[in-house]
């Protein structure tokens, strides 16, 4: 073979390569981008929690959701806005209203958020329900607590 046939045949196979390249990558982004992962959360949820308390001082802090050592709290979390996986809300007990910040993961099976002195992690079961799991330590007290949000 030539020296020249061997060079037409090297740039033939790198144009080859480099055209599958480009069409895989395209594809990939297309797949991507028509069936992303990351669901919308936007909108008003029913929280249900059953939580656990140990009490530091001799009162409830005014900001504590669970103001029991054993407590079931049933309140909302509404999902104002959200950009891409990032959302931000308001979560509303009886006791008190806070705003939070969170975070859908990547593949978007979970969602972390953390509001004004905690922060909850949750499994995103469907587009309509999210089990949880709240956390938050204060001098006032230490709260945990495990339940489900649901769309309404």
């Known amino acids: 073979m030539t ?9 033939l196979c790198l144009s080859v390569t480099g055209a ?12 991507f981008a028509g069936n992303s992962p990351i669901p919308n959360l936007v ?9 656990a308390t140990v009490l530091q001082g001799g009162n409830y802090s005014a900001k504590a959701h669970h103001a029991k050592q054993f407590s079931t ?4 979390a509404v999902i104002q806005k959200q950009e891409g996986r990032r959302v931000v809300g308001i979560f509303k007990s009886p006791r ?14 979970t969602f972390a958020y953390v509001d004004e002195d905690g922060s909850l992690d949750g499994k995103i079961i469907n587009k309509n329900l ?8 204060t001098p006032t007290e230490s709260v945990v607590a495990s339940g489900t949000w649901n769309k309404t």
């Open 43 to 51: 909108g008003t949820w029913k929280v249900q929690a059953e939580g």
């Open 20 to 31: 599958v390249a480009a069409v895989t990558s395209l594809t990939a982004r297309q797949s």
């Open 130 to 137: 999210i089990e949880i799991i709240y956390r938050h330590a």
């Open 3 to 11: 020296m020249k046939a061997k060079f037409l045949a090297a740039a």
């Open 73 to 76: 709290l049933n309140a909302e």
């Open 96 to 109: 008190y209203t806070e705003k939070f910040a969170g975070v859908i993961s990547v593949d978007g099976k």
